[in-house]
């Protein structure tokens, strides 16, 4: 069991920066591949960025690539996400989620633990 915690989240104005962070409880949290998603009002949950926990190899949406950049600290359990150059259309509720494995690591379905979220909310 994986219970997962963010914080960072707020108010920015278009071209700002945030920068989020979850905290997982358990001992084995270097197995898990991590990721984040996001879901805007009246639509569904999808995927931003993910990074696997062997090798570090990270994965990420068309969207964010280029402006966020997710990371991992295995000593202190926890995975970051840098979002840089922030748009209208990034604001959403993001979630922290982590999963054994990275088979279709794009799909929502596929993750097994879920945070509560927090919510990321860019003016223009």
């Known amino acids: 069991q994986v219970q997962l915690v963010e914080s960072g989240g707020g108010l920015v104005q278009a071209g700002g920066s945030l920068r989020l962070s979850c905290a997982a409880s358990?001992?084995?949290?270097?197995?898990?591949?991590m990721g984040w998603f996001r879901q805007a009002p009246g639509k569904e949950r999808e995927f931003v960025a993910a990074v696997r926990g062997s090798d570090y190899t990270t994965y990420y949406a068309d969207s964010v690539k280029g402006r966020f950049t997710i990371s991992r600290d295995n000593a202190k359990n926890t995975v970051d996400l840098q979002m840089n150059s922030l748009k209208p259309e990034d604001t959403a509720v993001y979630y922290c989620a982590a999963r054994g494995g990275y088979i279709s690591v794009r799909l929502a379905s596929m993750w097994d633990y879920w945070g509560q979220g927090t919510q990321v909310t860019v003016s223009s």
């Open positions: 358990g001992r084995t949290f270097s197995t898990y591949t």
